[in-house]
């Protein structure tokens, strides 16, 4: 599922609830600045979620390289 379609339920003080277009019992509370600035209740809007593969592997090779640091100092 890359993209779906969600309902802005309603805005609570900085969070907007939103509801999932295909199973409206599904809920997801987001931080309203993470949304375009003239969303408001009862806008539809599409939601994309795309795993970045390069990302993680950068970010997996600077964790693994500050844990062999951390273990070379320990050794010392």
Do not use: C, Y
């Not at 509801?19 to 600035?37: A, H, M, Q, T, V």
């Not at 003239?38 to 600077?62: G, H, P």
Request: hydrophobic content about 35%.
């Amino acid at each position: 599922m890359g993209s779906f379609k969600v309902t802005i339920d309603r805005i609570e003080g900085n969070i907007a609830v939103l509801l999932l277009r295909d199973d409206e019992s599904i809920k997801i509370n987001i931080p309203l600045f993470l949304l375009p600035p003239e969303s408001k209740e009862r806008d539809i809007l599409n939601i994309s979620v795309n795993r970045d593969a390069k990302e993680t592997e950068t970010a997996e090779e600077r964790v693994s390289s500050l844990l062999h640091k951390l273990k070379d100092k320990n050794q010392r």
